[in-house]
């Protein structure tokens, strides 16, 4: 009997074990997920941020090509008249 109820316990202690380690599992997991979203979200909020830096990008060169062009007439008109 002492060896059947010592079994049992063995069972018992282990089973005990495995349930905690699945309750610590599933916490890690959803600390996991958690961090998983925040990184995402993050990604997110990055992606648009360099989206409209790209368009600033842009724009400042379009202008840069404007004042480009502007500086080079005014430096022929001012050839010119000279």
Do not use: C, P, V, Y
Request: proline share 0%.
């Amino acid at each position: 009997m002492t060896q059947k109820g010592t079994k049992e316990t063995r069972t018992a202690e282990a089973l005990a074990m495995k349930d905690e380690q699945m309750k610590i599992l599933g916490s890690q997991n959803a600390q996991l997920l958690t961090s998983l979203n925040a990184m995402d979200d993050e990604i997110g909020t990055l992606k648009m941020h360099k989206l409209r830096l790209e368009e600033e990008n842009r724009s400042l060169r379009d202008q840069n090509f404007e004042l480009q062009s502007k500086a080079r007439a005014a430096e022929t008109t001012l050839i010119k008249a000279q």
